[in-house]
């Protein structure tokens, strides 16, 4: 059965991180099914870039406001004042789900079935940075979050693995779905491989643990390049060591470095799912990863896994690559086998069933054990 055309999903995003990426694709791919997004987004103004971004889809409406996120300082005035007008919108434009990507307004009264996406969170983040749980001036967060969560018909999330996290940081036993994130092979080329190693993302950054790439630098015979900002939050700005700094690349500049990177490598210590790691698979890199349950959930045996505090097992891995260029060709062929599967359109049609289960108020599978795409396996006449 066709999907009809027609349909509407308010949808949230902030303009500071990689949701806006996620809600721009995803509106893309569900226009082709004749769906239409409301975009309402929070934290900033958009760029010129993102105007020019959201311009590409002509299914899609923009909602503009400038709200502090739950995870910002000091945020809580701004949530409720975004709470009020997210409702002024579903008001104004009765859509069919509003599908929320930040985790307060899961508790909001919409009409409309909710959808909470739990992208990352707070108290996953500084368990996996820090060893411990966040201190109690999170408390107020947290309980935010746990409302939104325990408010939500349906929550979903990249990776299993994070869906688990949400178990046992805020105690949800609630229903869930795994639906991994997508990038499409048009953006991304294999091009001619260089003797170098690349990674992305912000030097500061302890989630991302480049500063393990930074040790092991100076002993590997190729060349180490970061792509990120070396901006901290705080002001002032890290700089790099061991390792060549590129900045912070437009996405096509970067899609240039990974078409050129023979190894990507990111020992990170936290990452739901991992975009630059989908984008350097599509590129043709070999991978050499952070050892923790999302990623090798994603990745499986088509990446070499390091623990993020081993630094000697990090350099052996990279000169292991370095040296045999047998086994870093096999990896980089498996790893983009495996990128070719998360595409925007799975996505998309995975949301599709999800959107259609929450209209006819369906139960998805039980926490943590949906299989990728399982979404799929429904018809996505919605």
Known sequence: MAVRRGRLVLMTADTVGGVWHYAVELAAALGAHGVRVALATMAGPLTRLQRAQIAGVP????????????????????????????????RKLRPDVVHLNQFAFGDLPFDAPKLVVAHSCVLTWWRAVHGTAAPREWNRYRTAVRRGLNGAALVTAPTGAMLRTLRDNYG????????????????????????????AGRLWDSAKNLSALEAVAPALPWPVLVAGSNSQPGGGVRESRGVQALGELSSEALANEFARAAIYALPARYEPFGLSVLEAALSGCALVLGDIPSLREVWG?????????????????????IADESLRNRLAGAAR??????????????????????????????????????????ACAW
């Open 59 to 90: 299914t899609a409406t923009v909602h503009e406001s400038t709200y502090k996120l739950e995870w910002m300082p000091e945020p809580w005035r701004d949530v409720t004042s975004a709470g009020a007008w997210l409702l002024g919108l579903e």
């Open 172 to 199: 949800f036993e609630g229903r869930g779905l795994a639906i991994p994130n997508g990038r499409s092979a048009r953006d991304y080329r294999q091009g001619r491989k260089e003797p170098l190693i690349l990674a």
């Open 301 to 321: 045996a088509a990446a070499m896994y390091v623990a993020p505090d081993d630094h000697a097992a990090l350099e052996a891995s990279l000169s292991r690559l």
């Open 337 to 378: 086998a495996r990128a070719l599967v998360f595409t925007p359109e799975r996505k998309a049609a995975a949301y599709l069933a999800v959107y259609r289960a929450l209209a006819e108020g369906a139960r998805a599978a039980p926490l943590g054990q949906s299989p990728v795409f399982a979404a799929e396996a429904r």
